[in-house]
C-alpha cells in the first residue's frame, strides 16, 4: 500500500500545484493585460474557474490523507481508548461511504453532460472535463477515508495511544 500511496500523493499534489499555477500565472496575465494594455482574454476568467474546481476536489482528498477534514470530535476526546478507536474507525468509514455516494452521482452527471455534448461558453471545451473532478477527486477520497479506517483498525493498541495532534483538550479548558 506504501507505493500506491506515494504514486497517489504524487499525483494529487502534481495536479493542484500545476493547477493552482497555472491559474495564478493566468490570473496575473490577465490582470497585466486588463490594467496595462486596456485588453483581456475573454476566457481566462473561465479557465481559473474549472482549475479550481479541479483544485478544490483534489485538494480534499489532500486534505483526507493528512486528516485535515473538519470533524466534531467532543465525544471522541472524552471516550474511552477502545470506543475512541471504534468512533474514529467509524467517521472515517462514514466519510467514505458519504464520498462513495458523490462518487457514484458525480458519475451520472458526468454521463449526462458527455451525452448532450455542452460545451463551456467562452473557451468551447467539453464540460466533462469540468465534471469529472467530481468523481474523481470524491473517488480518491473515498480510497484516502477507508484506507485511515482500516489503518485505525488494524492498529493493535487498544486505542488509548491514537492520537489527535490538532485537536483541543477539552479537560484543560
Known amino acids: ?73 467532543i465525544f471522541i476526546q472524552m471516550a474511552p481508548p477502545l470506543i475512541k478507536k471504534c468512533l474514529l474507525a467509524f467517521a472515517q468509514l462514514t466519510a467514505a461511504f458519504f464520498t462513495a455516494f458523490i462518487t457514484y452521482f458525480g458519475w451520472v452527471s458526468t454521463e449526462l453532460v458527455i451525452e448532450t455534448a455542452q460545451k463551456s461558453p467562452a473557451m468551447l471545451m467539453p464540460m466533462w472535463i469540468v465534471y469529472i473532478s467530481m468523481p474523481l477527486g470524491s473517488a480518491l477520497m473515498t480510497i484516502r477515508f477507508v484506507a485511515a479506517a482500516v489503518a485505525i483498525l488494524r492498529d493493535k493498541t487498544t486505542g488509548a495511544e491514537v492520537k489527535n495532534e490538532d485537536a483541543v483538550d477539552i479537560s484543560r479548558l
Open 1 to 73: 500500500m506504501s507505493k500506491f500511496d506515494k504514486a497517489l500523493t504524487a499525483i494529487e499534489e502534481t495536479v493542484n500545484g500545476a493547477l493552482l499555477l497555472s491559474a495564478t500565472l493566468l490570473l496575473f496575465i490577465n490582470v497585466i493585460l486588463r490594467y496595462v494594455f486596456t485588453s483581456s482574454t475573454t476566457w481566462a476568467e473561465e479557465a481559473i474557474r474549472y482549475a479550481i474546481v479541479w483544485v478544490t476536489f483534489f485538494g480534499a482528498s489532500l486534505c483526507a490523507r493528512n486528516k485535515m477534514h473538519v470533524g466534531i470530535d
